[in-house]
């Protein structure tokens, strides 16, 4: 045999092997099912990533399997490219990577029944897999179907409740409940329990943001873990309320104080060319970004209240009041409009700060606008904020107690002079403290509806 032949049956041999390995290779994508399912409801959210680090995915499928009946709810066709030449079996190829987001439930499928079902989700990539049909990978999911919603019974009355303010509902849900509690436009508050020993008695706080209109519904809201959404009334009286408007007259010494500070502890903060418009990107996207870190703050509250007393209103003039609307003006000319939400709180220079009620430390540092500044959580998405401060006396993880020090007042973030910037928030959002500072308020519409319950 002739050294070229030979040559050409081993190089024969390899492809054959090579082909061989492709042809019965094990390699498929990877599934993974982004929140449990506990059943299916009416019309349940099933997320799930795909994932394979050798080959593309090419198809993924979720069936639903039913006395012997089967129903297909989804499949996704992802593959838009030619599958890599056979002879570059040895090249790199990116992850391949897909997020799948659907519902399955009676809605999808009018044929399912209330019992069990069994949820089947496959991925096939594109490689040789399985003689040319690619490898294969699957997840079952055995679960229960319920279609009847969560029950809701309202428990306490009366309930009013002031624009910018909050008010207590207490309820009762049926068993299999996994989420409750009040909407009032895009704002949800979260239920509580009453007790522990009471599951199904809940206690929700909620609040008409100053910037919802008062005619807007508020309504119940209870799910169940198979996805099924029950939407109930409840009776409640809404007062409406006007508003201070302010005027503030920018100046370049002002903002040559406040400014440079701020965005030296904020390096992702780019200079945008003029001390105004540094000023405007402070106290307009900054502010911003400062709402939605104190609603990823209020995710760190108790599950019960750490508060018996009404709240302590810091001794000291009021300088600016809750929801004031702020017109901007600069060389005669308006450039902003911001509301303030909270209360602006003047007395000596660098006065004590003292805790308003019993509570957790869930923040203390610099923050935004609001200088140095400390969040104390007192249970059930209700928290304290304090702001400006010169000085902070307490640290994240410190329990304290109503009238501690926990700092002193000052001049930081965005204040005009030594002052505190106080506020509730229920749920990040902020509310009128003033509610929170009268023992009448506490005992109308807090203490009376959970007296049943002690």
């Known amino acids: 045999m002739g050294t070229g032949l030979v040559f050409l049956l081993v190089i024969l041999v390899v492809v054959l092997a090579v082909l061989g390995l492709r042809v019965t290779s094990q390699a498929a994508p990877t599934i993974g099912v982004l929140a449990k399912l506990k059943g299916i409801g009416q019309s349940t959210p099933v997320e799930f990533e795909v994932r394979d680090t050798q080959h593309r995915v090419k198809s993924v499928q979720l ?83 319920r279609f009847t919603p969560p029950q809701v019974q309202v428990l306490s009355f009366p309930h009013y409740v002031n624009q910018g303010g909050a008010e207590l509902v207490v309820f009762k849900v049926s068993a299999g409940t996994v989420e409750s509690g009040v909407q009032v436009s895009d704002y949800f508050f979260p239920s509580w329990p009453v007790k522990e020993s009471l599951a199904d008695a809940r206690l929700c706080l909620f609040a008409y943001p100053h910037n919802v209109d008062a005619a807007t519904p508020a309504r119940l809201v209870a799910r169940d873990d198979a996805g099924n959404e029950t939407i109930a009334n409840f009776t409640y009286r809404v007062f409406p309320k006007k508003f201070h408007t302010d005027t503030i007259q920018l100046t370049d010494e002002f903002m040559s104080r406040v ?17 105004l418009k540094n000023f405007l990107m402070v ?143 229920l749920d990040g959002i902020p509310v009128n403290p003033v509610e929170w500072w009268d023992p009448h308020w506490i005992r109308d519409r807090i203490e009376k509806k959970l007296t049943a319950y002690r």
């Open 63 to 145: 069936e639903v399997r039913q006395g012997g009946r089967v129903f297909i709810v989804s499949v996704v066709g992802l593959t838009t490219e030619a599958p890599t030449s056979w002879w570059k079996f040895w090249a790199n190829r990116p992850e391949s990577k897909t997020t799948v987001q659907t519902r399955v439930g009676r809605k999808e499928i009018p044929d399912l029944e209330e019992g069990r079902a069994t949820l089947i989700i496959t991925a096939t990539n594109d490689s040789w897999g399985r003689f040319f049909r690619g490898g294969r990978s699957e997840v079952t999911l055995d679960l229960p179907v």
């Open 259 to 275: 400014v440079p500070p701020i965005m030296s502890q904020t390096p992702d903060l780019r200079d945008q060319g003029s001390l």
């Open 283 to 425: 106290n307009g996207p900054v502010r911003q970004t400062d709402a939605r870190e104190l609603t990823a703050i209020a995710q760190k509250t108790a599950n019960h209240f750490l508060w018996t007393a009404p709240f302590d209103r810091l001794p000291s003039k009021t300088e600016a009041s809750f929801a004031d609307y702020r017109t901007y003006t600069y060389n005669g000319e308006v450039v902003d409009h911001q509301t303030h939400l909270g209360f602006d709180l003047a007395g000596v220079e660098q006065m004590p700060v003292k805790a308003a009620n019993d509570g957790k430390v869930v923040f203390a540092g610099f923050f935004g606008i609001y200088g140095n500044a400390v969040v104390i959580d007192h249970g059930c998405g209700l928290q304290s904020l304090y702001g400006h401060l010169s000085s902070i006396a307490v640290k994240v993880g410190d329990n304290v107690k109503r009238g501690q020090q926990i700092g002193r007042s000052g001049q930081t973030g965005l204040a005009g002079g030594d002052h505190l910037h106080f506020t509730m928030l």
